[in-house]
């Protein structure tokens, strides 16, 4: 069973910077691929961003340029640098674990095996 703890959180006024880790257990963190999600109240969960066994990396449109996913498979990390934070950037994120072969142009979260249990962000303007 893999598990994911996700921290750094917290309450951030807007325009500041968060960095979110998430640290996954096991012995073969470098064979996923791993993803960043994140759910507002009363939304559906939405991709973020997510990152290759290879650390090549894709972020959803409404983050670009913001928002930067980095892994060290040596710590079995993968983190989320977020800056420039807005208001509707505050939401529950998560960071999951996809063990299959497919690319990480698959961003709908059926994708992705394995969840943590979310860190909360909150954005105050």
């Known amino acids: 069973q893999v598990q994911l703890v996700e921290s750094g959180g917290g309450l951030v006024q807007a325009g500041g910077s968060l960095r979110l880790s998430c640290v996954v257990s096991g012995r073969t963190f470098r064979t996923y691929n791993m993803g960043w999600f994140r759910q507002a109240p009363g939304k559906e969960r939405e991709f973020v961003a997510a990152i290759s066994r290879g650390s090549g990396t894709r972020n959803a449109d409404s983050v670009k340029g913001r928002f930067s996913i980095s892994r060290d498979n040596a710590k079995n990390t993968v983190y989320l640098q977020i800056n420039s934070l807005k208001p509707e950037d505050t939401a529950v994120y998560y960071c999951?674990?996809?063990?299959?072969?497919?690319?990480?142009?698959?961003?709908?979260?059926?994708?992705?095996?394995?969840w943590g249990q979310g860190t909360q962000v909150t954005v105050s303007p």
């Open positions: 999951a674990v996809s063990s299959s072969d497919r690319p990480i142009s698959y961003t709908g979260s059926s994708f992705y095996d394995y």
